[in-house]
DNA sequence: CGCGTTATTGACTGCATTCAAGCCTGGTGG
DNA sequence: CCACCAGGCTTGAATGCAGTCAATAACGCG
């Protein structure tokens, strides 16, 4: 049977054998606090390309991402898109002070997180100061990458934008302990080029122009990063 | 007698009379709390031009911010510079995982903060949540900021980028309760190309541009808001 | 196998940058 | 008080980088 587009695990019981509990928010909790938390959240899987949460929803739960990748973006009036930041097993979304998401998040391929309800997540954190500062790690942390990608927008032109982005993309895959010089790319060139403030063009050229200088070779779904110095040297730094 | 460049007030009893009491992290803390506050601060005057702290420094303060603005920007190694963030007054600066700032700020034009020392401020969050759970407030606040500047950055035209700011600025300061359509800017014509990511001459362009059509007026320090509906839609919402 | 989507490549355009003068303002010293 | 200078700002002309428009190629999927 094909899953449908989201799937929905019963709660509680999954925190022992969950990927991330070593570097997720969860990190902070002791075994007995995590058991109760178990009880909190609970699995949904939603297909590639669904819509997890929208830029003006109301916030109703914050999301814990277990598997898969995931591109959050805003739009303006006239559908210019300018995605804000990939999101990685570990990642923490949904925190805000308006009351609404202030971007939208959708799943790039399969997509597995722990939705935790707004309201009681919020209970639970009331009196555990220890969770409370964990989140504000994760938040200061998305700060300074932010920090780091405005820089890249404003600053830099689109050869080093591309390499930048293949470094450090490269970057946080081996720190999930992916392997090192095949650098899988599940998302679109859309993607990548509304993540660098580029066009799909001017990304598919900066890629060929890599390839054709022996920097990378371009494999299916990814890319292969034969001459790292090289690509560094692009990204000045 | 000139003022020397930096000024320090002697520790203790200001907290009082703070300006940003209200609306910085202070404002979560109580009478009681906010006495032993003042103990951990100190007030420090930077002249304009002076750098309060250096991307690469390790971490020895925090920063709350009474007067005046502050420029937070990183630098590429060949020069270029992108301001990442224009600090007002109730602004907390420092924040960090790393132990280093991972960003310069300098006082434009004077500037009036109130330091606090890392290790006893990290003592005296300790044990009050309420007082970390503003942080955090503030912080995600930020993010939400910087999300929305990396929209202007990646897929803003000159135009746009140039009306989004005056109109955020004007923004920001009117909830500092600053009058209205009189926008003053006490930031350099670099220092917007380098917040905006353009050049000083398209900055310089593009406010002559909006004077000829009669939205806005360039006067000495800032311009006037002769036609805010006009800007608004240049800035593309 | 054929269709729709995504990616690549090419030719041309245009926006913002670069390079280059000139202007205006504030501060300094005669 | 005014002349001069330095730095910041404005304006103009020319360049070039990335975008747009358009055609083709490759891939995934039914």
């Known amino acids: 049977m094909k899953p449908s587009m989201v799937t929905i695990e019963p709660y509680g019981h999954f925190c022992s054998d969950c990927a991330v509990r070593e570097f997720a928010v969860c990190s ?4 007995s606090e995590l058991r109760q938390f178990e009880h909190l959240g609970r699995r949904v899987h939603f297909d590639g390309g669904k819509t997890v949460f929208s ?5 109703t739960s914050f999301y814990n991402l277990l598997k898969g990748v995931m591109r959050l973006y805003k739009l303006l009036p006239d559908g210019r898109r300018q995605i804000v930041g990939l999101a990685l097993p570990g990642d923490f979304l949904g925190m805000n002070i308006s009351g609404r998401h202030n971007f939208s998040a959708d799943a790039i391929g ?11 997540f919020g209970r639970f954190i ?11 790690e994760l938040a200061i942390r998305e700060l300074s990458q932010a920090r780091d990608h405005m820089v890249l927008l404003g600053r830099r032109s689109a050869d080093e934008k591309v390499a930048a982005f293949l470094l450090g993309w490269r970057e946080r895959l081996v720190s ?10 599940p998302m679109s060139r859309r993607d990548i080029a509304d993540y660098l403030g580029l066009t799909i063009e001017t990304v598919s050229r900066t890629f060929t122009k890599l390839e054709r200088h022996g920097a990378i070779e371009i ?3 990814g890319i292969s990063l034969l001459d790292p110095a090289r690509v560094e040297a692009l990204a000045a730094a």
Chains 1, 2 share one sequence.
Do not use: M, W, Y
Not at 28 to 31: H, N
Not at 176 to 185: A, I, M, T
């Open 110 to 120: 399969g997509v597995t997180v722990c939705q935790f309800a707004k309201a009681p």
């Open 28 to 31: 902070s909790l002791d075994p």
């Open 55 to 59: 830029e003006e929803d109301i916030t």
């Open 219 to 221: 494999i299916h779904g």
């Open 126 to 136: 009331e009196d555990r100061p220890h969770l409370l500062r964990r989140i504000n």
């Open 176 to 185: 999930l302990k992916e392997p090192s010089d095949r650098v899988p790319l």
